[in-house]
Each structure stands twice: as structure tokens, then as C-alpha cells.
T-cell receptor
Framework: GENVEQHPSTLSVQEGDSAVIKCTYS??????FPWYKQELGKGPQLIID?????GEKKDQRIAVTLNKTAKHFSLHITETQPEDSAVYFC?????????FGAGTTVTVRA | DGGITQSPKYLFRKEGQNVTLSCEQN?????MYWYRQDPGQGLRLIYY???????QKGDIAEGYSVSREKKESFPLTVTSAQKNPTAFYLC?????????????FGQGTRLTVV
């Protein structure tokens, strides 16, 4: 099955700086790569996703890049704000079955 | 409002008892999923269903059972055979698409064995 590894497990950044989270996947057949944000005691919410036919996607302060050859994808958050503090999960899927990374706890220091 | 609803939010169970977690969605999604979340381990797939009256085991199905009698509902039973049931359980749903579609999550049920 698919194996997704996510790094780092924790990330502390100064408000206004950028945050980068990296993930690798094992199955070259995976074609959908979402990123989820989870706040304490709540369910994860999708913040951005990318499909295998696209190399980069941006949405305001958030961007995701995908390198299919190397089988890795990354989340970039620019101009971080206190409300960006949360746990972030990457995932990879073929059609409908999502496999998740272990998560990154992001703390934005004021 | 469309969404996915899990109940209860908190659940306490005595050892040796079965307990059922509820998950309902009104998004008209075909696929539904149950994940277990433990600290530092991300989300692990327990069971998933693509269509009514059909479901498949995920990566950690032992000690769990599900049913899919209605498109809107996908209850999870944690049986006494589950050795370490204390965890945060998340239900999700998605439409089916060849290039992958967004999974919507409920707010979770925190199960504690006492």
C-alpha cells in the first residue's frame, strides 16, 4: 500500500516568516495530494490540494508543489500569522483511498 | 447546511463492552471512511465504503465492524476484541472521481475506555 512520510514533526516560526512542510510518497500510481489543517479537538479541513497533472498551485499565502519524478510534494505558507498555528497533514491517494502522513505541529510565535 | 455529523463527541466505555459511533452525511457522497487518530501517528484507515451494502477493510480493521445500509450513514462498532480502543475517531466522506476528490471530515468522537 501507499506510505506517506512527512517532515518535520514540529515546526516553530516567527510571525511573518515562511513555513515549509515536506512529504514523500511511495506509490507512483497516486494521483491526488491534499493538505489538511486540524485545530485542537476538531476534524481536519482541506486547505489546498494538487493533482498529478499539475506541478504547482497557489491560494493566497499557501502554495503546494509536486515533483512526480522524485515522489515528493511540499506545502509552503508565507507571511505566517498566529491563526496558522495547527497540525498539518499531507495525504496521497489513488482515486478515493487517502493515506496520511504523521502530521506537523506548526507554532507561530508572535 | 450540508456536512458530516459524528455523535457523540465524547464516549466512555467499560472494558469488554461494544460501542457504536454514529456518522451521518447529507452531501450525497458515495464514499465514506473511518479513521483512527493517535498522537504522533496521523490518521489510519479502519474501514471504507464506496457504495451502499459494500465496504472494505482498511489498514487497521481488526476489532472493528461497520455497516452501510443507507447512503447517508456509516456507523462504526468498536468491539471488545479491539485491544487498545482509546483514540480519536474521525469519519469522512467524498464523491468518487478518477483524479481524486476532497474528503470532508466530521468533528470526531473521542472514545475513552475506563
Amino acid at each position: 500500500g501507499e506510505n506517506v512520510e512527512q517532515h518535520p514533526s514540529t515546526l516553530s516560526v516567527q510571525e511573518g516568516d515562511s513555513a515549509v512542510i515536506k512529504c514523500t510518497y511511495s506509490d507512483s500510481a497516486s494521483n491526488y495530494f491534499p493538505w489538511y489543517k486540524q485545530e485542537l479537538g476538531k476534524g481536519p479541513q482541506l486547505i489546498i490540494d494538487i493533482r498529478s497533472n499539475v506541478g504547482e498551485k497557489k491560494d493566497q499565502r499557501i502554495a503546494v508543489t509536486l515533483n512526480k519524478t522524485a515522489k515528493h510534494f511540499s506545502l509552503h505558507i508565507t507571511e505566517t500569522q498566529p491563526e496558522d498555528s495547527a497540525v498539518y497533514f499531507c495525504a496521497a491517494s489513488m482515486v478515493y483511498k487517502l493515506s496520511f502522513g504523521a502530521g506537523t505541529t506548526v507554532t507561530v510565535r508572535a | 447546511d450540508g456536512g458530516i455529523t459524528q455523535s457523540p463527541k465524547y464516549l466512555f466505555r467499560k472494558e469488554g463492552q461494544n460501542v457504536t459511533l454514529s456518522c451521518e452525511q447529507n452531501l450525497n457522497h458515495d464514499a465514506m471512511y473511518w479513521y483512527r487518530q493517535d498522537p504522533g501517528q496521523g490518521l489510519r484507515l479502519i474501514y471504507y465504503s464506496q457504495i451502499v451494502n459494500d465496504f472494505q477493510k482498511g489498514d487497521i480493521a481488526e476489532g472493528y465492524s461497520v455497516s452501510r445500509e443507507k447512503k447517508e450513514s456509516f456507523p462504526l462498532t468498536v468491539t471488545s476484541a479491539q485491544k487498545n480502543p482509546t483514540a480519536f475517531y474521525l469519519c469522512a466522506s467524498s464523491s468518487l472521481g478518477a483524479l481524486g476528490t476532497e474528503a470532508f471530515f466530521g468533528q470526531g468522537t473521542r472514545l475513552t475506555v475506563v
